[in-house]
């Protein structure tokens, strides 16, 4: 059975890295293709109207996804990723803008009731602030967490432990009390080598000798009857009655009985 879909297979990005740059005009800060997928960077304050015109004018109907990506060095330091899917032609492409700390970004729930939850997350996990979101809270942290854990600007620790107290019979917040100094570990790859010297090695000297090979005795080979100990002589042997053993003969072992078709009472038969 042959099955007719009007969307295809597969699609490529042929074209379309043209097409949409010039209908972005404008809006548009850069545009590549990398990696087989087509990126468009965006201009932050035109992030809504960009969107717009790839969803009604290029059929890029469905907002798949938001994510966060953070690069400290850069001093925009983070992109919003906007990946969109075009349900009719079964292609693919993404959408970024970069802002900072304290620059918010546009809403796009005006476009995506479900970018709500998105930009809550990236909010969340990154600190991205998103101008015109009608609940802009944390989705996936605790209430009381400080920071933002996309970040990685606070401590390994946290800045507060939660326990369940008996005395007031609910879970408390306490500043975090380490039960032992914390230890420094080296994540330095031991096939690299490492700079320090690991007890024992000050033993070794650098100018001593290699330790000669040890010498591998020839195999041993079973050519012949005479290396395993087979042979007559140990049939023989094996032959011999052993000492104690009762000797029996053919005459001494008892037949089988013979049958016979005789009723025994009290068999049920």
């Known amino acids: 059975m042959t099955v007719v879909h009007s969307a295809p297979r597969f699609t490529s990005n042929e074209g379309v890295l043209d097409t949409l740059s010039a209908a972005l005009g404008t809006m548009l800060v850069s545009a590549k293709e990398e990696h087989g997928e087509v990126l468009l960077t965006v201009a932050r304050d035109r992030v809504e109207d960009a969107l717009r015109l790839l969803r009604d004018g290029h059929e890029y109907q469905q907002l798949m996804e938001i994510a966060g990506v953070d690069y400290p060095q850069r001093p925009d330091r983070f992109e919003v990723c906007y990946c969109l899917l075009s349900l009719t032609k079964n292609h693919r492409i993404i959408v970024k803008v970069s802002t900072d700390e304290a620059t918010p970004v546009p809403t796009v729930t005006t476009l995506w009731p479900v970018a709500g939850w998105y930009e809550r997350e990236v909010y969340d996990m990154f600190g991205v602030l998103f101008a015109g979101h009608p609940d802009l809270r944390r989705i996936l942290t605790d209430y009381g967490f400080q920071g933002h854990p996309f970040r990685k ?26 039960a032992q100094d914390l230890r420094q570990f080296d994540f330095m790859s031991p096939w690299e080598g490492a700079e320090y010297v690991l007890p024992g090695d000050e033993k070794a000297t650098a100018s001593a000798a290699p330790a000669p090979a040890p010498k591998v005795d020839t195999p041993k080979v079973t050519e012949k009857p005479a290396d395993t100990g087979a042979g007559d002589k140990a ?12 000797k029996t003969t053919a005459k001494d072992e008892p037949g089988a009985p013979a049958k016979t078709d005789r009723k025994v009472e009290g068999d049920g038969a």
């Open 153 to 178: 600007d606070f401590p390994l620790t946290g800045y507060v432990e939660l326990r369940y107290s008996e005395e007031d019979k609910r879970v408390v917040y306490e500043p975090v009390e380490l």
């Open 235 to 246: 049939n023989a042997e094996a032959a011999k009655p052993v000492a104690g053993a009762p």
